[in-house]
């Protein structure tokens, strides 16, 4: 099961001796034009006026949902602000292309535990407000899907019980062979 979604970065200037600017996730939105695969496109929005930030909108990706991935979604849906999880790159220089964008998303997911793999593997992944329309997609397949693990019952040793605990052995040290004999 999936769904076509555009993705928004924004590149804010900053005044910093360290870096000129940051690229960030801001938004996703449903991309009702999409009828199919799609190469990824981008595009710039036009600018606010009190804003001097530029956004891009990435067109061509898909939000796929997979039933190994269910508890990751469930964990999403039910947290008090669900997300949606952009992992995203800089492009090499030799990549970009003229008044292009100098960073692109790569994949999306709602998944808590696929955006925990994709941090652990060291890659860029920010969380962006999980669309209420996308919440509504994908909360049946959620609920089909998703089967907690059964609670099982821990037993704890209890040292106050009569039995007396368990006896240690002791070895006595190794015998070391003397050739002499003495």
């Given at each position: 099961?999936?769904?076509?979604?555009?993705?928004?970065?924004?590149?804010?200037?900053?005044?910093?001796?360290?870096?000129?600017?940051?690229?960030?996730?801001?938004?996703?939105?449903?991309?009702?034009?999409?009828?199919?695969?799609?190469?990824?496109?981008?595009?710039?929005?036009?600018?606010?006026?009190?804003?001097?930030?530029?956004?891009?909108?990435?067109?061509?990706?898909?939000?796929?949902?997979?039933?190994?991935?269910?508890?990751?979604?469930?964990?999403?849906?039910?947290?008090?602000?669900?997300?949606?999880?952009?992992?995203?790159?800089?492009?090499?220089?030799?990549?970009?292309?003229?008044?292009?964008?100098?960073?692109?998303?790569?994949?999306?997911?709602?998944?808590?535990?696929?955006?925990?793999?994709?941090?652990?593997?060291?890659?860029?992944?920010?969380a962006v407000p999980l669309p209420p329309v996308i919440a509504a997609?994908?909360?049946?397949?959620?609920?089909?899907?998703?089967?907690?693990?059964?609670?099982?019952?821990?037993?704890?040793?209890?040292?106050?019980?009569?039995?007396?605990?368990?006896?240690?052995?002791?070895?006595?040290?190794?015998?070391?062979?003397?050739?002499?004999?003495?």
């Open positions: 099961m999936s769904i076509a979604l555009a993705i928004i970065l924004q590149r804010t200037p900053l005044a910093s001796r360290w870096a000129a600017e940051r690229w960030e996730p801001v938004a996703v939105e449903v991309d009702r034009a999409a009828n199919g695969p799609a190469a990824i496109a981008y595009r710039l929005l036009p600018a606010e006026a009190a804003n001097p930030a530029q956004r891009w909108r990435f067109t061509g990706y898909r939000l796929e949902l997979h039933r190994s991935e269910a508890e990751g979604y469930h964990l999403n849906l039910t947290a008090p602000e669900p997300k949606v999880f952009i992992m995203w790159r800089m492009l090499e220089p030799e990549a970009k292309e003229e008044g292009g964008p100098a960073a692109r998303p790569e994949l999306a997911t709602v998944s808590y535990n696929e955006a925990a793999r994709m941090l652990d593997g060291g890659e860029q992944v920010d997609w994908m909360a049946p397949d959620v609920a089909e899907h998703y089967k907690p693990e059964p609670k099982r019952k821990v037993r704890r040793r209890d040292p106050l019980r009569d039995e007396p605990p368990p006896a240690h052995t002791v070895h006595a040290p190794p015998k070391i062979h003397d050739p002499t004999g003495e």
